[in-house]
């Protein structure tokens, strides 16, 4: 059962171009978005992090831009650059699950010179 | 900064040896997490615990058992391992609270012949 839903699998962006990753979620009952991001032969590590009581939050070249009615997310990287490179995973959580993580099934992005 | 060490990288076992992953980490987190992760599914929870011998069922329980004696280590097992448990397993710990931040170990790569 698939409860936040990821696309693309995989994307190419050219250097200087944006990076857009989508994830949609089901249970309403979630509170809290985290992005994480991966480089090969590392854990994923938390890039930044969204509550629905905002519908934008942006840390440098990342956003997330988050559409509540549609139960939608998103990762924003502007300007991206080839160490952007990673795998990126959208996940949702909600208050009293004890940290449990439900992770979206990740997007490759390679950025090309 | 937060270290989560996994007890190998690599790992090479026979179709039903007993299989030993061990997870440690060094911030005196209260929750630890065992995921496995696998192209196109993303990060898939199989066990968490939140406290010292405490530990609930994540999504994909079946075929493991984990055990944490020590609040600083949690360790994945095997029973009898199986070709289709061949992935790569990760583990996280987390201070808890909300929100909360989990911090991955490098991951170890299981191969079962």
């Known amino acids: 059962q698939q409860q936040v839903k990821q696309s693309p699998q995989s994307l190419i962006v050219q250097k200087g171009g944006i990076s857009i990753i989508n994830c949609a979620y089901e249970?309403?009952?979630?509170?809290?978005f985290p992005w994480y991001q991966q480089f090969p032969g590392k854990g994923p590590a938390l890039l930044i992090a969204i509550r629905p009581d905002v519908s934008e939050k942006k840390e440098g070249r990342f956003t997330i831009s988050f559409n509540k009615s549609a139960k939608q997310f998103s990762l924003h990287i502007m300007d991206s650059q080839p160490g952007d490179s990673a795998t990126y995973f959208c996940a949702a959580t909600y208050t009293g699950t004890a940290s449990k993580l439900t992770f979206g099934t990740g997007t490759r992005l390679q950025v090309t010179l | 900064d937060v270290k989560v060490t996994q007890s190998s990288r690599y790992l090479v076992k026979r179709t039903g040896e007993k299989v030993f992953l061990e997870c440690v980490q060094d911030m005196d987190h209260e929750n630890m997490f065992w995921y496995r992760q696998d192209p196109g599914l993303g990060l898939r929870l199989i066990y968490f615990?939140?406290?010292?011998?405490?530990?609930e069922k994540g999504d994909i329980p079946e075929g493991y058992s984990v055990s944490r004696e020590k609040k600083e280590r949690f360790s994945l097992i095997l029973e009898s391992a199986s070709t289709n448990q061949t992935s790569m397993y990760l583990c996280?710990?987390?201070?808890?609270?909300?929100?909360?931040?989990?911090?991955f170990g490098p991951g170890t790569r299981l191969t079962v012949l």
């Open positions: 249970n309403t009952a979630f509170d809290y």
């Open positions: 615990s939140y406290d010292v011998k405490m530990k």
């Open positions: 996280a710990s987390s201070f808890g609270g909300t929100p909360d931040t989990q911090y």
